[in-house]
């Protein structure tokens, strides 16, 4: 068993009615009084041009309404429509400012440089942890001391505490090599790392075997050195 291998574990209006001719006419003038008489066509005629007057303005009155109903509804939809759509682009400006503020942060992609230095870094400190010989954990251990810190070195601490007289006992040999390293992200004094190895182990004389193991692994930059502050694996 090798120490990666302990990691995994719609509203309705009346129409008004009909008018009735004589309406607001005096007895006299319902009974036929004739057009001579000066009374009926002066001022009861009048009288009645004035009731046909008044049905024409009620008759006329809900038509003008429903115009200026179906105005402000429209007003009304072109303004929420204008509000959703400024309110969507403004989202969008901010979700690409913040994806671009990230992206610029992101030195991963933008410093060559910088990243094959962590990723050669991180790649040669798993390869001196994870090896070890027989007789020679004690340099493995050293090593750990030097490149790890924080969980991950507690991590590797409590691990080899519990393998440590086996690996003597059964002679057991660990090579372990970083065959692919990919820099996640790289921020300032801080980087992630996914990390693909490959590690042969031989127990005595026994036949060797290869086995693929994987790692998250998470850096800090102290003393311009990168040290594993994290391990996971995967």
Not at 38 to 53: K, N, P, V
Not at 100 to 115: F, P
Not at 194 to 210: I, M, N, P, Y
Request: with cysteine.
């Amino acid at each position: 068993m090798t120490l990666v291998r302990l990691l995994r574990g719609g509203r309705a209006q009346d129409s008004p009615g009909d008018a009735d001719p004589g309406a607001g006419l005096e007895p006299d003038q319902a009974s036929g009084t004739g057009p001579g008489d000066g009374r009926s066509g002066d001022g009861r005629s009048g009288d009645g041009h004035s009731g046909a007057e008044g049905l024409a303005d009620e008759s006329s009155a809900d038509p003008a309404d429903g115009v200026r109903a179906r105005r402000t509804r429209r007003a009304a939809l072109a303004a929420l429509t204008a509000v959703l759509a400024l309110g969507g682009c403004g989202f969008l400006y901010g979700a690409h400012r913040l994806t671009s503020a990230e992206s610029a942060r992101n030195r991963a992609l933008t410093d060559t440089e910088a990243t094959h230095r962590v990723a050669g870094e991180v790649a040669n400190a798993l390869a001196r942890v994870f090896s070890y010989t027989p007789d020679g954990t004690a340099a493995a251990e050293r090593s750990a001391r030097s490149v790890l810190d924080g969980r991950a070195a507690r991590q590797y601490q409590d691990l080899f505490d519990q393998v440590r007289d086996d690996l003597t006992e059964q002679r057991v040999t660990l090579s372990t090599r970083a065959v692919r390293t990919g820099v996640i992200e790289l921020d300032g004094d801080r980087a992630r790392l996914l990390v693909f190895l490959d590690q042969t182990s031989r127990r005595g004389k026994d036949e060797a075997t290869t086995a693929a193991a994987q790692l998250t692994v998470t850096v800090r930059l102290e003393n311009d050195r990168w040290r594993i502050v994290d391990l996971k694996a995967r």
